[in-house]
């Protein structure tokens, strides 16, 4: 009977110690996770804003979230003033 206890407690703190491994994991997981998210973000070139990645007319471009500037990758103003020839845009940039 004594070595069934045994057995029974060493198996019930492996699992113990299994599930807490697991939980470990997960939070290391995570904490990298939203790391590379920060890592990822892109600085406004104006203020210590962040850019974030907007669609305007299915063209990707980037607003600040403080200053709300917009910036534009190479081609996007192409883009944006081809599809408003006809306007002030177009005419100015065009």
């Known amino acids: 009977m004594p070595l069934e206890l045994d ?6 703190e492996n699992e ?7 939980e470990l994991l997960e939070k290391m997981k995570a904490k990298l996770a939203s790391d590379e998210a920060r890592a990822t973000e892109i600085q406004c070139p104006k203020c ?5 990645e907007t669609n305007f007319e299915n ?18 103003l192409a883009q944006i003033t081809h599809r408003d020839e006809g306007g002030w845009f177009g005419k100015i940039f065009g």
Do not use: P, Q, S
């Open 16 to 22: 113990y110690f299994r599930n807490k491994e697991k």
């Open 48 to 52: 210590d804003g962040t850019l974030h």
């Open 7 to 12: 057995d029974r407690g060493r198996a019930l």
């Open 59 to 76: 063209i990707k471009i980037e607003v600040c979230d403080k200053c709300h500037g917009v910036w534009l990758d190479a081609g996007e």
